[in-house]
């Protein structure tokens, strides 16, 4: 048993349950996905650009389908940023958080 081990620094069980995950959301149809994402344990790193991007999405729907996903993030204890302006970040659950 290694030292960081003993002292309890590592928790191999918790570390290796979680998979980062690079994800693009092209379409408000996909937040769904990314809840079934969450709830697997995935940690994911979100591109938005082309939702952004795209004239036909409102920035209030797109507003709407994030407060959808925070809400089922606060559920269960996970988080969420961002990173730059095209990039967010979730976190599925209490065990890994991101520093603001």
């Known amino acids: 048993m290694g030292c960081l081990h003993r002292m309890g620094a590592v928790e191999s069980s918790h570390l290796s349950q979680y998979l980062i995950k690079k994800y693009n959301l092209r379409s408000l149809d996909q937040v769904a996905d990314v809840k079934k994402q969450l709830l697997r344990g995935n940690i994911l790193i979100i591109n938005v650009s082309t939702i952004l991007g795209d ?46």
């Open 55 to 100: 004239q036909s999405v409102s920035i209030i729907d797109f507003k709407r389908s994030i407060d959808q996903i925070r809400a089922e993030i606060n559920l269960t204890g996970g988080s969420i940023g961002r990173i730059g302006d095209t990039y967010l970040i979730i976190t599925p659950n209490s065990h890994i958080k991101i520093s603001h």
